[in-house]
């Protein structure tokens, strides 16, 4: 049973939130009640959804529109739905909907992000471009620098997870490093993430906001139900009003840098020896190449087969063995490892064909 607050709480950072879908006035009401309670400003509701199979819940679609403008209306809340056409846009741009998001299904194709881009040049709306489905980061990118093309220049990101193969724990691979990396190429546009289309379960839905969180992202865009159980889209992974302020209470925004100056100047001279080591693991890696390049030119010599896969077994046994012994986790290692392999083979490759 959810219990309203006093007075409304001033969530940590920026949140948007609401349910996957609209499905009733009743729902959307309810839910953005009671989210407005915990703080949120920005209520999310998909009226036309993407879905993998035919035969879903569509989405309300257009008529849809008016229960978001009474959720305005009545909570003073900033309105916020997926656009994946330029019919889509025309309808929320005349309806004055404060923001739209572009799915990842959209992201994912150009014509598309081409037709929504001249369908919101110039609008005064603000619009939150989630990652294609797969991590390709040109896509990503190519998608943005569309949108700006056109002018249109509000633009945010929201990070969901990228689709993997078989089943996972999470519904779609957290993939944090390709994250990280987009957020390093575009330091100035505001980064989100979505912690319940990674997930795929309320379960995970807190862990991932609050890594999300931990990492210096920018806000968040959660799945909230008043009734997630009759959810007619996303039913396992929305959050109820009362886990969603359970999890808000749990984010604690850390700061870009420390406050207090001798702290400032540890993390730098720590900061000084990462760079040295840096330096040493680059130096090794090469000198470890030319060691592969030799060892072709060897087996060149000596029609010998490039991959030995024995020798390779007993290397990753080895390191495997060194890490568990310095407290390092073997798996890292490994992956670290199948990927200097890899290069050291492709070297050896061309190394043998070169006539
Ligand atoms: C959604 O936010 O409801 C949605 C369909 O998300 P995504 O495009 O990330 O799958
Ligand atoms: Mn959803």
């Known amino acids: 049973m959810y219990t309203r607050p006093v007075l409304a709480r001033k969530l940590p950072l920026p949140v948007i939130a ?104 110039g609008a005064p709306v603000k619009l939150f471009v989630k990652n294609p489905v797969n991590p390709d980061r040109k896509l990503w990118a190519g998608a943005v620098e569309r949108l700006r093309i056109k002018g249109v220049n509000d633009i945010s990101l929201i990070y969901r997870g990228v689709s993997s193969f078989g089943e996972t ?96 100047e540890e993390m730098e001279s720590v900061r000084r020896r990462i760079d040295v080591i840096d330096d040493d693991i680059i130096t090794l890696i090469s000198e470890r190449m030319e060691a592969s390049r030799q060892m072709g030119r060897l087996k060149k010599e000596a029609g010998v087969a490039i991959l030995q896969t024995l020798r390779w077994e007993e290397v990753i046994g080895r390191v495997r063995m060194k890490a568990r012994n310095l407290g390092i986790d073997p798996a890292f290692v490994e992956k670290l490892f199948n990927e200097i392999h890899e290069a050291s083979v492709s070297e050896q490759n061309s190394i043998i064909s070169q006539l």
């Open 169 to 264: 724990l999470y519904r779609n691979d957290p993939c944090w490093g390709f994250a990280i990396e987009f957020r390093t190429a575009f330091p100035d546009i505001p980064f989100y993430c979505d912690p319940s289309h990674i997930a795929g379960n309320a379960a995970y839905v807190p862990i991932l906001a609050r890594k999300a969180v931990d990492l210096g992202l920018d806000g968040l865009m959660v799945e909230c139900h008043c009734r997630p159980q009759e959810a007619l889209s996303d039913s396992a992974q929305q959050l109820t009003p009362d886990e969603f302020s359970a999890m808000v209470r749990t984010l604690a925004v850390r700061r870009p840098e420390a406050e207090d100056a001798c702290c400032r």
């Open 18 to 121: 609401g349910p996957c879908s609209a499905e009733t006035p009743a729902q959307l009401e309810l839910t953005a009640a009671c989210l407005r309670d915990e703080g949120v400003e920005w209520f999310r509701a998909g009226l036309w959804k993407p879905r993998t199979s035919p035969g879903c819940f569509e989405g309300v679609g257009e008529k849809g529109i008016a229960w978001m403008q009474e959720v305005r209306n009545r909570f003073g809340m900033k309105i916020c739905t997926e656009v994946a056409s330029a019919a889509h846009v025309e309808l929320c741009l005349k309806a004055g909907f404060d923001m739209l998001w572009l799915g990842a299904r959209t992201t994912t194709s150009p014509f598309l992000v081409q037709e929504v881009a001249e369908a919101l040049s």
